[in-house]
């Protein structure tokens, strides 16, 4: 079955103390990407990534890293977390950016950081 | 600059009634607009999407209506059923851009 499967689904963790939010897809997509998702503010690209060692600041980068080592993984880093980064995360993947191609969603990664 | 304005916020439609959607672009470059469909505990789910070559895109009951000069597009939902009651988020971008921007999001909720 083609998936997006992010982990953990949800996680609580204090402020400062370093996490990493794994993503990873079965579909051999080139493109793949991280969202946070906040009420009345919608989905926000936080990072993207072209291909393998290809990434790009998306339009909220601030706090966060990412790697794309291979294909498959696309993990979410946050050095220090802090309470503004409390939201929902969605990684994404899709061949490419084409019109006929649908862009995968993981299920979510709820994070609250205290 | 928010540069994709979506509204209403929350839209409540009676079973087999219309539901409208409607989104605001800034760029005039941006040139691919899709609308993704989300339930309660789901990421997001690619619903139609549509190039600015062409001013309706239909597949089944949903449509996508588009003005090109206006920098509107708009969803339509027609015989809205309770089964279609998500959250909606329009988006665009540019295709080789690699960068979307999406609304805020449109809460539907189709009542029997």
């Known amino acids: 079955e083609a998936q997006v499967t992010q982990n953990p689904r949800y996680l609580i963790t204090v402020t400062g103390k370093k996490l990493t939010v794994t993503c990873s897809q079965n579909m051999n997509h080139e493109y793949m990407s991280w969202y946070r998702q906040d009420p009345g503010l919608g989905l926000r690209q936080i990072y993207y990534?072209?291909?393998?060692?290809?990434?790009d600041k998306g339009d909220v980068p601030e706090g966060y890293k990412v790697s794309r080592k291979e294909k498959r993984n696309f993990p979410l880093i946050l050095e220090s977390p802090s309470p503004n980064q409390t939201s929902l995360y969605f990684c994404?993947?899709?061949?490419?950016?084409?019109?006929?191609?649908?862009?995968?969603f993981g299920q979510g990664t709820r994070l609250t950081v205290v | 600059q928010q540069q994709v304005k979506q509204s209403p916020q929350s839209l409540i439609v009676q079973k087999g009634g219309i539901s409208i959607i409607n989104c605001a672009y800034e760029n005039t470059a941006f040139d691919y607009f899709p609308w993704y469909q989300q339930f309660p505990g789901k990421g997001p789910a690619l619903l139609i999407a549509i190039r600015p070559d062409v001013s309706e895109k239909k597949e089944g009951r949903f449509t996508i209506s588009f003005n090109k000069s206006a920098k509107q597009f708009s969803l339509h939902i027609m015989d809205s059923q309770p089964g279609d009651s998500a959250t909606y988020f329009c988006a665009a971008g540019l295709l080789t851009g690699n960068q979307f921007y999406f609304g805020t999001g449109t809460s539907l909720t189709v009542i029997p």
């Open positions: 990534s072209m291909n393998v060692e290809v990434t």
């Open positions: 994404a993947s899709s061949i490419d950016r084409d019109l006929n191609t649908e862009a995968f």
